[in-house]
């Protein structure tokens, strides 16, 4: 049997799998976006933004087989220290991406703003974080594609997605189908990474042109 009669006869598992690792990077990039991105509206303007960086950084040099080892202990096995984990790796793209975007605002459109009547709140969320927007995405964008590939670590702790197919086929090594289930979960990752990539290239087209309208 062929690559392509065994990855029919076994579609309906990979597009479970497919999904469960979609469902796995959502999870980890919503609530890098739920924490990172208050955090970098918070610091951006403050000398604290370096250190908030830093830290961010040094999530990424852990190794990740180290990374979700050392969540299975106050997390256990499964999704809990799956989702952390890329949580933590997604952190940096996010924070630094918002907090350059905000930065990179003309001060002349801000103070435009505030002439204008508009408070500081308001010209934040009206003004300043529309403008952003662009490179704000751009983060996500790279946050996204990052984890979609670390996420297949997940299989190591338990937890769901293609890394299960991947881990299979290196276990069985040797066996007929091994590189078979080795492939399936390669390639799944891949077709994800371009759906979301084309996800977020037309994302990044909408908010420039939101942000243009705005300066305009």
């Known amino acids: 049997m062929g690559f392509v009669e065994y990855t029919a006869d076994s579609m309906p598992a990979l597009l ?24 970098a ?26 990374l979700f080892g050392l969540l299975i202990t106050p997390l256990g ?21 918002t907090v350059v975007g905000l930065r990179e605002v003309d001060p002349a459109v801000v103070e435009s703003a505030r002439g204008m009547g508009l408070s500081r709140t308001q010209t934040l969320l009206q003004v300043e974080l529309p403008l952003a927007l662009p490179v704000i995405v751009t983060g996500l964008r790279v946050a996204t594609q990052m984890i ?9 702790v338990n ?17 007929p189908f091994a590189v078979y289930l080795t492939l399936q979960g390669v390639i799944g990752i891949v077709v994800l990474a371009i759906l979301f990539d084309l996800f977020f290239a037309a994302l990044g087209r909408l908010t420039t042109t939101r942000g243009m309208m705005i300066r305009a």
């Open 41 to 66: 509206v918070l610091t951006y303007r403050h000398r604290s933004r370096g250190a908030v960086l830093a830290v961010a950084g040094v999530f990424l040099t852990i190794p990740s087989y180290a």
């Open 159 to 175: 937890g769901p997605g293609l890394g299960n197919l991947i881990l299979q086929g290196l276990t069985s090594a040797g066996t």
């Open 148 to 156: 979609l590939g670390i996420a297949a670590i997940a299989a190591a």
């Open 77 to 97: 096995l499964g999704t809990a220290p799956s989702v952390i984990a890329l949580t933590l790796y997604a952190f940096l793209p996010v924070i630094r991406n």
């Open 16 to 39: 479970e799998a497919m999904l469960e690792h979609t469902v796995l990077v959502l999870q980890g990039l919503g609530l890098a976006i739920l924490i990172a991105l208050p955090l």
